[in-house]
């Protein structure tokens, strides 16, 4: 099993930065992988990145491409996601996840979800 807990949310103004990281707890098995999706009021769920846990294959959506890096450290079992540039609608919760493999953190369906962190950027 896995616990999941995010941290490093908060209120920033646009163009600042803030990272997220996510510290995985319990049992881990090779081969998870992680990513963070987000949820804004109204909108859907979406996803941000994904990092595999065993190589170095990313992922990112089109609106964060080139502003977010995602990236993990194995020793301490934890992953960031470092945030630049951030833009009012970057606001929304964000969500840390694991699962078996990048294509089941892509298709929305991981293993294990974390509680949120808020992340609020104002104009």
């Known amino acids: 099993q896995l616990r999941l807990l995010e941290s490093g949310g908060g209120l920033v103004h646009a163009w600042g930065t803030l990272r997220l990281s996510c510290a995985a707890f319990g049992l881990t098995f090779s081969g998870t992988a992680m990513g963070w999706f987000r949820h804004a009021p109204v909108k859907e769920r979406e996803l941000v990145a994904t990092?595999?846990?065993?190589?170095?294959?990313?992922y990112y959506a089109d609106s964060v491409k080139g502003r977010f890096t995602i990236s993990r450290d194995k020793a301490k079992n934890t992953m960031y996601m470092q945030m630049n540039s951030l833009k009012p609608e970057d606001t929304a919760v964000y969500y840390c996840?694991?699962?078996?493999?990048?294509?089941?953190?892509?298709?929305?369906?991981?293993?294990?979800w974390g509680q949120g962190t808020q992340v609020t950027v104002s104009i």
């Open positions: 996840a694991a699962g078996g493999s990048a294509a089941v953190i892509r298709t929305g369906t991981p293993d294990y």
């Open positions: 990092i595999k846990h065993m190589s170095l294959g990313t």
